[in-house]
């Protein structure tokens, strides 16, 4: 089953503080990834991947096509045209999206960021703990940090917890915009494993990954955004 079907998606952004300008965003995209399966987004810097994957989380809105978001029971919703409520319901249920950014409240601990989305979907809150310092230890969090907050941590350290928070509780899509752009190989390689299993799970995955041979190894398909079509080999 189709999980995401983006038809003749295109963008064009009006900069409205430069007299309205128009910028090219991307044009006459067509993709589709399926429960299961991962999609890389690929092309030189400014085609657009970013942009396209903005759509899909409608954090961008889309100037024409379509975005077929398919649910568990059949009925499809068309997230360039839906209402506002029912996108944060996708958001909030069926949508994941992790960017390169950790965004988090002060004061608050590793662990329990990495802990709420789980505690949000009904786990308890020990096992919810459990499983957050698990993961983070997995991604190479040192045991003296778990709580302080993430705020005061390099770059590196905070994008690992951004991508912790953002994959331990896995929605049906997850968007992935460079998760891993500062980290080295071998981090990137442990994130890649994680992500192999929860593709394992079923969850339809859209990334960009700038580590080619971290792209080769996760993805099912390869949509190369300038020649608008899927790459040869896969
Ligand atoms: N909010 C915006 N307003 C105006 N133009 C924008 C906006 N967001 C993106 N663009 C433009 O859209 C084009 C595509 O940008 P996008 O970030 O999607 O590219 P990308 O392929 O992800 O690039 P990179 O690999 O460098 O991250 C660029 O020319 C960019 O300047």
Redesign the pocket.
Known sequence: MEKLKVRNLS?E???HTRGGIK????QNINFEVKKGEFLS?Y????????????ALYRT?TTTSGDIIFTKENGDSINIATCDESTMLDLRKNEIGYVSQFLKVLPRIGAVDVVAQPLIDKGEDEKSAKEAAKELLSYLGIKEELFNVSPLTFSGGEQQRVNIAKGIIAPKSVLLL??PTASLDHSNTMKVIQRLQKIKADGVAMIG?F?DLEAMEAISDKVFD?KEKRYADSH
């Not at 092309?43 to 903005?54: F, I, Q």
């Open positions: 963008k952004f009006t900069v910028i090219q965003g991307y987004l092309g030189p810097s400014g085609m657009g991947k970013s942009s396209v994957l903005k961008y915009d460079e960009i700038h955004i």
